[in-house]
């Protein structure tokens, strides 16, 4: 597995300090004590001896899927854009909601699916990242335009919902609607066939983590600061959000890295075989920097590291550092 080539500037060292010294009133450190040379050797655990088995299956599964996909074109609030709901099937009969937006003008040339973070912000962007992209966001079920009572639409609930078995945990199905997704918008979207993106942060960077190995439609892939990496690691550091939901299940009942294993977004990266940009923060409260770090760490392929200071925290973002984020995505799809 090749090492991830990043020079560790001064900027990166000062990037360090800004972090360890950042305020909070948490009862512990949002940087766990990792310094940028620990959190680039965090490893991947290597998962159970059918993960692949298992994970290939669920594509299969999922790929079988009759999508019965309707569309229809509502008011956009963006001129630059036309707006679509969309509907689809996804794993288990679920319905799966979303939106897809394409430029008001100008030639279509690729495709882009769009996970979202855990949290009750799930909606459609307009992003020029590629500007000519069809980008569709889709709704991961138990959400906004995929609720279904079956499965709970608050954080705490939703993480661990299933979590009893590997089959019945929400995760592989939201996993699943990944790969619906895609499929949703090449129906649509026929011409962007061997030109589709994947682009998800937080909750949607875990997915895609998990989702992106076994999926050769994808060209290319971002994934921001995402979660569920390291699980043997992650339920045994304090956190809050999702992670903090998962700790307490495993403080209750141990026996569920067992089925965490499977949905272990580090374990599964070790098998994405396109090329990846990964932002990763330094300090996180919510989803811890070793498992961001895990989950980059073990990508066998071309890959890029954006190191940005803070996420998922009340400290600002440094405009400096999101400006250079937005111009590296740009840079990064436009070589697809």
Not at 8 to 36: Q, V
Not at 43 to 50: L, M
Request: glycine share 8%; aromatic share 12%.
């Amino acid at each position: 597995m090749p090492e991830i080539m990043i020079e560790i500037t001064a900027a990166l060292r000062e990037k360090e300090k800004r972090a360890a010294s950042l305020e909070h009133e948490l009862p512990f450190d949002p940087t766990y004590g990792y310094g940028i040379e620990k959190l680039l050797a965090v490893p991947s655990p290597e998962g159970p001896a059918d993960f692949v088995e298992f994970w290939e299956a669920t594509y299969r599964e999922a790929r079988s899927v009759e999508l019965a996909l309707t569309k229809r074109e509502v008011a956009s609030p963006d001129p630059d854009f036309r707006l679509f709901e969309v509907e689809f099937n996804s794993l288990g009969g679920l319905r799966i909601g979303g939106w897809i937006t394409i430029p008001a003008k100008g030639e279509i040339t690729c495709g882009k699916v769009v996970g979202h973070g855990y949290g009750p912000n799930v909606e459609p962007q307009f992003l020029r990242l590629p500007y000519e992209a069809a980008s569709l966001y889709f709704c991961a079920r138990g959400f906004r335009r995929s609720a279904n009572p079956s499965i709970p639409a608050n954080t705490p609930e939703h993480v661990v919902h299933g979590m009893e078995s590997r089959e019945s945990y929400v995760w592989r199905g939201c996993v699943a609607d990944v790969w619906c997704a895609a499929s949703a918008l090449l129906e649509v979207f026929p011409e962007i066939a061997g030109n589709l993106f994947y682009s998800g942060a937080s909750f949607g960077g875990g997915l895609g983590a998990l989702a992106l190995p076994w999926d050769a439609r994808f060209k290319r892939a971002y994934l921001g600061v995402p979660t569920f990496g390291n699980q043997p690691l992650r339920v045994s550091l304090p956190c809050t959000g999702s992670g903090d939901a998962v700790s307490r299940r495993y403080r209750e009942v141990p026996g569920i890295l067992e089925v965490l294993a499977y949905f272990d977004a580090a374990t599964a990266a070790r098998y994405i075989k396109i090329p990846t940009l990964l932002e990763v923060a330094l300090f996180d409260p919510a989803v811890v920097p070793p498992g961001q770090f895990a989950v980059a760490n073990a990508i066998p392929c071309e890959k890029q590291l954006f190191v940005r200071v803070n996420s998922h925290s009340t400290s600002p973002f440094d405009l400096e550092e999101s400006l250079e984020l937005e111009r590296l995505q740009a840079n990064w799809f436009r070589q697809g």
